[in-house]
């Protein structure tokens, strides 16, 4: 009976599309002409306990911004992560600098960069987004903020992503190779019961990049980018080769026009090997969804994959690739 007032809802959607012309997705969608997309969570690489833990905030109805708020939080903790939060491996100086946003289903946002010294920079930039008027927040500022919102400073940097620095420092070259600095960043997008969407992204950038480096990750509309109406994508990898094609929000706007995430992601992908010379030496991968419950992820380079939980059940899916 769903599936047949959903396929009831599509051609209806479909014969009188041309009709509508410009009215929004918002509007179809309160006119019941859209069906509700279904409850899920996807993120970037393998981490199934960070979806375990997002998908037990929708299975109980909560929002799909504490949900992959929770969700990346475990991550931003787990000192086995050397991508992200504590235990991140450092910048040249042997700093660990923080990146995050986080999006909600409103198109709100908040989005913290370079910040040291606090376990959970995704909460910070979701205090920026609740409790500022601005966006985004940097360096000492963002520190500040912190702790004047009783987050509490630590150190971030364990022994042994201190031991990679010093392995690092023999050589001291900074040359970004595919997968290999452990870009496990993690971008995670959610749908709740209500049909909502929200995304994070946090991450503590590439290996032994200079102090004062900012990736993707932070950057509205390049690590991360929620539309409720189309859908939402995130991206990993070499973060200036994000930036320069603002990728998260292309994939977005190539979902509006139509797209699949599968083909969205695929020619975002393509314009940054069309554009960028480089390409065979570095990985951008992204992960997309939209607001039929249909999921996209591709990369430059094979090894990216992600974690899909639907129903409760966690599935690790390997991307395509362009090589
Ligand atoms: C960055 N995009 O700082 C991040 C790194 C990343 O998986 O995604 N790692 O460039």
Known sequence: MADRRKFIARSLLGSVGI???????????????LAAPPPMVVSTWNNVPANKTAWKVIKK????????????????????DMSVGYGGRPDRDGKVTLDACIMDEEGN???????????????????????????MLAGDGALQFALENGFRQTNLLTADAEKSWEEWKVKSQYQPVINIENHDTIGMLGIGQDGRIAGACTTSGAAFKM?????????IGAG??????????VATGLGEAVIKTAGSFLVVELMRQGMPPQAACEEAIRRIIRKQKGYREFQVGFLALNREGMVGAYAIHPGFSYVLTRDGAHEMVQAGSSF
């Open 19 to 33: 009709a509508l012309g410009n009215i929004s997705r918002a509007a179809h969608r309160q006119a019941g002409i």
């Open 224 to 233: 991360l980018f929620v539309d409720d109406e189309i859908g939402a994508a």
């Open 109 to 135: 946002c908040g989005s913290v960069c370079f910040l040291q010294h606090i376990m959970h920079p995704i909460s910070v930039a979701r205090l920026v987004m609740e409790k500022t008027p601005h966006v």
């Open 211 to 219: 102090h004062g480096r900012v990736g993707d990750s932070p950057i």
């Open 61 to 80: 109805g909560g929002r799909a911004l504490d949900a992959v708020e929770q969700g990346v939080r475990r991550v931003e903790a787990d000192p086995e």
